[in-house]
């Protein structure tokens, strides 16, 4: 068999064949390695619990300091206390922002709509401000009041974290390339657990938002070497990338249920970040990727990690079989096109493909921002972002089932341009809903 093998040029596919592509070896890869992108996806979105805005108030003399004694208010309800310190909104609700210079003890016996709330003095909220703490209580927002004139500042977090997002991705895409897949994550997911441990007990909002954007340089970066490292070991591609992709989804639907019983944000933080050092120290256990081994011309540890692999699929004919003499002929062809030296600029020489990847790079823009700007904002759709949040990560994992089945039926283009039109028609009908609609 040995002879035959190698009289037959094969490619990596039929190599990794060879050592076995769907035995135990990718079960317990695949498990551990999905653990590792379900734990890490939920830092993402972190904000939308730990930076959740809860509803708030002007604190004010006569109705929050209760070491002081009013004579005129002791029979007072807090209802009526509250009438005559804050202003009320266009809704007819307490204003967040802003309250009475003085109380207005005139509105204890007038009728509320017949009286010009803009004939009294307002002031903004410069003793700090009350928060309702059923839901949440404690969050970022309430940590460093980035409410009122300070609310965009809670933006600010999401854009440095994105802003990392895109600097790893660049930074460490490279490095994985250069060191490797299995190294690069163990660093990252290093870098991570120090970054959003720390941010834990972060002093001030600036080091806050500095720790959270260490934590964003080596999010995606995860996500991506985890995909890698079992794509390259693995086959059918498909099946994997949907088995992978679901992650994402479970770690949506974990992240609402922890933060529903973990509603303070400190607790949240360090509960979704301790787990990262033990991934990290386990990490070593993955098996790097024999493609990127052989191909920096580390072939002897390619031919390492594949007899590891046969020996774990029980494959003991085709462990005896690997040598660096079998694998570079099986590999001849693959090895003479990496010596040739490629860009990505590449891509746009020939302009047909340029044309292709500018369209397909703009599709993918279009999506993630309306994913992302939906997928972030979770407070805006309504109160109970908890079950938001699960439904979610219940939606999107069944999305993907769903199109692994279109996938196979229609094709990629056929697919892609029924789900782009769904998801746009699901947009426009969003725009046009009442804002009381979208609040439900």
Known sequence: MGETSCAVP???EELLDHVGARGRFQILQLVFLYIISMISY???LLENFTAATPEHRCWVHVLDNHTVAHNHTATLSQQDLLRISIPLDSNLRPEKCRRFVQPQWQLLHLNKTLWNASEADTEPCVDGWVYDKSSFPSTIVTEWDLVCEHQSSKSIVQVVFMTGSLLGSLIFGCLSDRFGRKTILTWCLLLMAISDTCAAFAPTFFVYCSLRFLAGLSIM????NTFNLILEWTRPLSQTMTAMQTSHSTGQMLLGGLAYFLPNWVTLQLVLSIPLWVFCVFSRMAVESAR?????????????ELRRVAHINRKKNAGETLTIEFVKSSLQEEFDEAQKKTSIFQLLHAPRLRMITCCLCFIRMALAIAFYGLILNLQHLGRNIFLFQILFGLVTLTSRFVAYLLLNYLGCRGSQILLLFLTGLSILVNTFLSSGEKGV
């Open 10 to 12: 094969m490619g990596f």
């Open 42 to 44: 939920p830092h993402v």
């Open 221 to 224: 970066t995860v996500l991506a």
């Open 292 to 304: 990127w081994l052989i191909f920096s011309n580390q072939v002897e540890k390619g031919l390492e």
